[in-house]
């Protein structure tokens, strides 16, 4: 077999199919969740709801991570809270702030942007395995998580390992053969790409909902989101 | 398997978009079990609240879902049997207060408290009520409440109440502004409540009445998730209101019955927004602040160490956070202390949601309370203070169980003893 065709095939037609799944998929279960119906809801809130809805992004996204310690959540587990934490912004860092990935942006989208020098890249990818890998562990001991935890759960994590491992061995050109490792990464993100919309990686567009309800709930009851 | 199905349509026809996008959006992370007082004192992974709602999501997913319906096609999901039904019964209704403190640590904001309510609901009308909270209830449609207060023992009580403390409550008076709704909890076991409601209102002069027909606050409806029975009760009150004309409905020292009035009713009865819905926490610190009652400052400075639980229906999921310090810092400047965690982030008492009224439930309810007793010892109050009679009672009982001498005492109360005539 000629890993050179292998490759192709990968980051060619199935990358694409993959992505239109992906897509599509995504857009599915979008359509149908909203299609679900809203009833109105008639109480008077009693704080303005658009700013708890505000204040709701602005503290999961930019104040808690910061000051986890004000958290009864990280002070009781707090290698979990890190761990969780690092691992959605080294994904955020990788895909978006990552050379190699800008570029397959770029080629998707038609414009690049700056990035970040590979070798904090690099390090947050390191992290980033880390904390995947404690995740994985906190899954296999914790009594709550043990019971949560199906097959498709596993292969949640699994499936975003893979590339993420194949991704770091590549750039230190390490142990196996480029083309192969590249082949793998690829032929492992297409079944990331159409794995997600059959999974909860899928949480990613339903966090904006939920966020959101959450702002807006809080705000109705007077209290702080 | 009838009552299963009847389960099963009921949280079907609950998820609209609202629920479907948050049962959609849970990672599965297990953070939620962590804000638990039940998962925190048992360490049983199963009262996670995200377990508890397991049997929604599973309805859910096997009705809305290809994923679901392809798992439940070729077996690697299963049914939701009537075995299920009775085991998510035993979870939610004995091991769950829907105090919505999960909801505060969800990394995802799920508002996981009512969707857990979402769940009662489906159970309700699977009839897998326990038995003894379906007997308060049932009591409560035929008697009017569910600690037995009639209308002849309601009038008595009141009498005894007005008589007793030189207290003046009006009654059924027509074209009064504010109809105050008392719990039978209150009239029946904390009748020093009544007496003090009573003298603050009346001191502060404002046009009040009781109604002999809108008598009970109290939803029992409103704890097993049935909607008719809450309807139902809620109608009461509502129809008591309109008939004495008056413009606001003051929810006295009760938790659930204010989140139901305040923020259930508006949806289920269209009249419930023709009133304004308050609890009697906001009218005191209204009252405080506009000067129409004087307290004494630092009244309670020598009791020792005096603290505030916070209540989940009234600060957590009510917004009444600053009203009680308030008046705290006013009465008891240098007595008050604060537990921690405290405020929307506080531990729940474990009585709630319906829980102290089931008897089976009380080895759980009691492990729960040794919580609070370690966040009162490590402050080390002697006075604990409150804005819900339902927490009251699970303190009372707990005194007993425990041997333990706090005093307990509702903040209502202690305002009243505080005001300078």
Known sequence: MNWNDVLSFARG???????????????????????????????????????????????????????????????KNPIIYLAGGLFHLGLFVILVLGTAHMLVWKSLLGFGWKTLPLPI????????????????????????????????????????????????????????????????HMLSVDFLLIWIPFSRISHFVFYFFSKSIHGQEFAKHGVRA | ???????????????????????????????????????????????????????????????????????????????????????????????????????MVCPMGIDLGTLLHTVRSGLAAAGMVPEDLETAVMKQVIEGSPLGMTASVWDSRLEWVADEWEVDIPRDVKGADTLVVFTSIEVMKFPTNVAAIAKILNAAGEKWTVSSSAREVVNFGFYEGDQEHEKLFMRRLFDGAKELGVK???????????????????????????????????????????????????????????????????????????????????????????????????????????????????????????????QVNKIGANMVTMTCSNCRLQFTDCMDHFKLDWKITGLAQMVADAMVE
Not at chain 1, 26 to 49: A, E, F, T
Not at chain 2, 10 to 24: P, R, Y
Not at chain 2, 51 to 60: D, G, M
Not at chain 2, 260 to 270: G, I, K, T, V
Request: glycine share 6%.
């Open chain 1, 13 to 75: 037609p199935l990358f694409q199919a993959a992505l239109l799944i992906f897509i599509a998929g995504m857009l599915y279960r979008l359509v149908r969740v909203i299609g679900l119906g809203w009833s109105r809801n008639h109480v008077r809130p009693k704080k303005s709801q658009t700013k708890g809805v505000v204040m709701s992004y602005l503290k999961g996204i930019l104040i808690w991570p910061f000051v986890p310690w004000v958290k009864n959540t990280f002070t």
């Open chain 1, 121 to 184: 890249v690099d390090w947050f990818a390191a992290a980033t395995i880390v904390a995947m890998v404690v995740l994985f562990i906190n899954r296999l001991i914790n009594p709550v998580l043990k019971l949560l935890t199906g097959t498709a759960e596993w292969l949640n994590l699994l499936f975003v390992f893979v590339p993420m491992l194949t991704g770091y061995i590549m750039t230190h050109h390490l142990f196996f053969q480029y083309e192969v490792l590249f082949s793998i």
């Open chain 2, 1 to 103: 398997m009838i009552a299963t199905q009847q389960a099963i349509n009921m949280f079907v026809q609950e998820t609209g978009g609202w629920a479907a996008s948050q049962l959609e959006a849970c990672t599965r992370c297990g953070m939620c079990a962590e804000a638990c007082h039940f998962y925190q004192s048992s360490a049983n992974p199963e009262y996670a609240p995200v377990w508890k709602l397991e049997i929604l999501k599973r309805a859910y997913e096997q009705r809305f879902t290809l994923v679901g319906k392809f798992k439940t096609a070729i077996g690697i999901d299963k049914k939701i049997t009537d075995q299920d039904v009775a085991h998510w019964s035993e979870l939610n209704y004995y091991a769950c207060t829907v105090c919505n403190k999960c909801a």
């Open chain 2, 248 to 374: 606001r409905i003051v929810v006295t020292e009760c938790g659930h019955a204010y989140d139901a009035l305040r923020f259930h009713a508006p949806n289920l009865l269209s009249e419930a927004n023709d009133y304004e819905i308050v609890h009697i926490t906001g009218v005191m610190a209204d009252l405080v602040k506009s000067g129409r009652i004087k307290l004494q400052e630092g009244f309670y400075d020598n009791v020792g160490t005096l603290t505030l639980h916070d209540a989940c229906k009234i600060q957590r999921k009510g917004g009444y956070i600053q009203e009680p310090r308030d008046i705290l810092n006013i009465i008891a400047p240098k007595s008050f202390k604060e537990m921690t965690p405290n405020q929307e982030e506080a531990i729940c008492c474990g009585g709630g949601g319906g829980v102290i009224a089931i008897k089976a439930a009380d080895p759980i309810r009691y492990d729960v309370f040794t919580l609070k007793i370690d």
